[in-house]
């Protein structure tokens, strides 16, 4: 049965993780016959806000995606107009992204409005409940989201245990599917030409934006260590800082791994992420808490081994001594893990689990998951 779905959530022009996984989820809906809209923010933070330099992206709008740009994040009086605007769409069903307590007033009060007319079935899609860098107020704001939903899908069990305390509203865990719309994987050489990289190291990444949960400090230090530093490789850094940067330049420097470290500090354009992960071997995710994180799924589609930290989901992501490695947030830890990666040549065994298990993440099981709940 074809259903009217509205997604509330960011999308073009906002630019991010959220916004690229709100449009993959969309053309999901829509490949199997949905009719789709996506609501989306025309501001989603005042500027004084958000950490890095700009909220929008340089990309392209996708093709063939309806994205109605209303809701105001702090203005009351669009969130009225928001909520009638969707009650006029007259939604089977309306998916509503959820990651940060500060935006709970705003969908808390659209959904009230949907949620009137007894229409629409509202699912919460929801990424944290409680946010990894935590606030006064954090908890009654979530909850006034919470609240305002019929059920909600999480991404990790950690989530899911959450939403326990929040609702007793249906919950349903399903892994965050694959990120495929970055292009096909390039070889390495071509990825290394374009980046205007030597080809004589092998190279290790750290991907996204650069918050101090991330732990890009713990890997830092791990190069720091006599046995990494004895490896033939290098450490690329890319993503935006929305920490302080020059604290990171001081470790590098204290370090003394300024040779070892490349940076990239600016957002990487959409059809720049495949050269990335084309030119490592292997990718580390330090983080020091976690729910899920998008990178995995950007590492699976491009079929590269993975590093990541016993925090939150990512375990559930990765399995040890197959896709990759789980380590405890330490820099030992962690260079204990590329030292047994790059000594022992484990990238081409690691690499054949990656495309096996990369099977497990699959778009239609998210949209089955939403319509089934």
């Known amino acids: 049965m074809v259903k009217n779905i509205v997604i509330i959530g960011p999308a073009h022009p906002l630019r991010g993780g959220l916004a690229t996984f709100d449009e993959r989820l969309a053309r999901a809906f829509q490949d199997e016959g949905h009719r789709v809209s996506i609501i989306t923010f025309s501001l989603q933070y005042p500027n004084f806000l958000f950490p890095g330099k700009t909220q929008y992206s340089s990309d392209p709008a996708p093709e063939a995606i309806d994205i109605q740009v209303l809701i105001n994040s702090i203005n009351p009086f669009n969130w009225l107009m928001v909520g009638q605007k969707i009650n006029r769409m007259k939604p089977d069903l309306v998916i509503c992204r959820f990651w940060l307590p500060f935006m709970g007033p705003c969908l808390g009060t659209i959904l009230r409005l949907i949620k009137r007319k007894g229409r629409s079935k509202i699912i919460g899609l929801i990424d944290n409940i409680i946010p990894h860098e935590k606030r006064f107020g954090d908890r009654p704001l979530a909850q006034y989201f919470a609240s305002a939903c019929d059920a909600f899908v999480v991404m990790s069990r950690s989530v899911e245990a959450e939403m326990k305390t929040f609702s007793s509203q249906p919950t349903a865990y399903i892994p965050h599917p694959i990120y495929d719309n970055y292009g096909e ?59 302080d940067e020059a604290s990171y330049r001081d470790l590098i420097e204290s370090q003394n791994i300024q040779n070892q470290v490349i940076i990239k500090s600016d957002f990487i354009p959409s059809e720049d992420v495949r050269y990335y992960f084309a030119a490592a071997d292997l990718i580390v995710q330090p983080y020091k808490t976690a729910t899920q994180s998008g990178i995995s799924q950007i590492a699976y589609h491009f079929e590269k081994p993975m590093i990541v930290t016993n925090v939150g989901g990512l375990p559930e992501i990765v399995p040890h001594g197959e896709a990759g490695y789980v380590v405890e947030p330490t820099p030992q830890s962690i260079a204990d893990a590329l030292i047994d990666f790059f000594q022992n040549g484990r990238v081409n065994d690691f690499t054949a689990k990656v495309v096996e298990n990369k099977k497990r993440f699959s778009w239609k099981a998210m949209t089955d998951g939403f319509l089934n709940i």
């Open 185 to 243: 994987k390039v070889n390495r050489e071509a990825a290394l030409v374009h980046l205007n990289l030597p080809n004589d190291v092998r190279y290790v990444l750290f991907f996204g934006f650069i918050r101090q949960y991330k732990g890009l400090d713990l890997l830092l230090q791990a190069f720091g260590t006599e046995g990494v530093k004895n490896l033939n490789i290098k450490l690329i850094v890319a993503g935006e800082f929305y920490d």
